[in-house]
């Protein structure tokens, strides 16, 4: 029987931060694209990824500790970026590139995202926007490196993972859902469906 902390995780998506076992055994963790998934070490016969019955793609992890903002207080791993020229900002904790200022800073439907974040750049995960979170910023909760020239506005922008819980499959009545990280007011995450709803785009490359 599935213990009532991990189904209620499940309900609102908070399960997808740490691996948690599917219904059969599999392991399932944050959507990401296939370029962060993790090879080799001791578990490397282990199987890591799922492939949902509707062809969702594998699920994976990040291979990177998270940064954390300034709170007031000493933290681990605090977050702190470096400019690439012609290109954006370089996480010194994640080594994910992240472009800025973005070509297009209009809110746009998910299927434009993905245009938008091709070639050299692609959409990012869920887990992989989330480490842009500065919820001790005023105004938008990102770092200032990130404000300048177009700016990060205050609303929501579109991640690669789909909403997945077991209790619902992907896809389901023909109607596929993904994860927006909110930078306004609190910061947080929502659910935004990929046919009909738009939001902001920033494009990410690289990363450990």
Aim: charged content about 20%.
């Amino acid at each position: 029987m599935m213990p009532l902390a991990l189904a209620c995780n499940g309900i609102i998506g908070l399960s997808d931060y740490t691996r948690a076992e599917c219904s059969g055994g599999a392991v399932c963790g944050d959507g990401g694209g296939p370029e962060l998934l993790v090879d080799g070490g001791p578990d490397a016969n282990v199987p890591d990824a799922k492939v949902d019955a509707a062809g969702a793609r594998p699920v994976s992890w990040a291979a990177w500790p998270m940064p954390n903002y300034d709170a007031g207080t000493p933290v681990d791993n605090p977050m702190g970026y470096d400019a690439v020229v012609g290109q954006g900002l370089e996480d010194r904790v994640t080594t994910l590139v992240w472009r800025h200022p973005m070509p297009d800073p209009a809110q746009v439907s998910y299927q434009r995202a993905l245009e938008i974040c091709s070639g050299e750049w692609r959409l990012p995960s869920r887990i992989e926007l989330v480490t842009l979170l500065d919820l001790g910023q005023p105004g938008a909760k990102i770092d200032p490196a990130f404000k300048t020239e177009s700016g990060t506005a205050q609303g929501v922008y579109w991640t690669f993972s789909e909403v997945r819980s077991v209790f619902r499959p992907f896809g389901a009545d023909g109607k596929r859902e993904h994860w927006v990280v909110d930078f306004s007011g609190v910061g947080g995450l929502l659910k935004r469906d990929e046919s009909g709803g738009e939001a902001y785009v920033r494009c990410v490359k690289g990363g450990r």
